[in-house]
């Protein structure tokens, strides 16, 4: 029996250590917290309290996937953008009042993107680097574009689809 007991407390212990390990593979956005939730991150900071998909549970993000609001016009900046993880989705805004939508998956290995910034959608994974107004490849190692989302821009609403 000490055998049988032995092999399952290093099953549950190994299960365990294996568990605390995966909490901490979500994308780093800098800010010392996993960002693989639905809250968006914008041009590289976390999102403010007041975000409309902060704190979003999964029945909400999947309301979102269906048509539903994704966020307001006034939550996208300027020149920059706003990244959707749990909807694998980027917006951005490279003039104003122009809302463009793209892949959040990077093309080159499939990392999620981790920050809008200076005009570019960054992978961290290997630097690549892509255009805010068409998801055109800035810098490689990607040597395709992050492809087009559909997006309907209604008011100040931005919904999906």
């Known amino acids: 029996m000490t055998d049988g007991s032995t092999r399952r407390s290093m099953l549950t ?3 365990a250590a294996l568990a605390a ?4 593979c979500g994308n780093n956005n800098g800010n010392g917290s996993s960002s693989s939730s639905g809250t968006p991150t914008s041009s590289g900071t976390p999102a403010s309290p007041a975000s409309p998909t902060a704190g979003s549970s999964a029945s909400e993000s999947a309301s979102a996937a269906a048509g539903k ?3 307001q016009t006034s939550d996208i900046p300027e020149g920059g953008g706003t990244i959707f993880k749990a909807q694998k989705i980027v917006v951005t805004q490279p003039t104003k009042g122009e809302f463009k939508a793209f892949s959040a998956i ?3 290995e499939g990392c999620t993107v981790s920050q809008v910034v200076d005009g570019t959608i960054d992978c961290p994974c290997h630097g690549s680097k892509y255009h805010i107004a068409d998801g055109s490849v800035a810098h490689g190692p990607a ?13 100040n609403s931005i919904t999906m689809g």
Do not use: D, F, K, N
């Not at 390990?21 to 901490?24: A, Q």
């Not at 040597?143 to 008011?155: D, F, K, M, W, Y």
């Open 69 to 71: 609001a994704l966020a």
């Open 21 to 24: 390990t995966c909490v901490g």
């Open 106 to 108: 990077c093309t080159h």
């Open 13 to 15: 212990t190994g299960t």
């Open 143 to 155: 040597t395709r574009p992050l492809p087009a989302e559909s997006i309907t821009v209604s008011g």
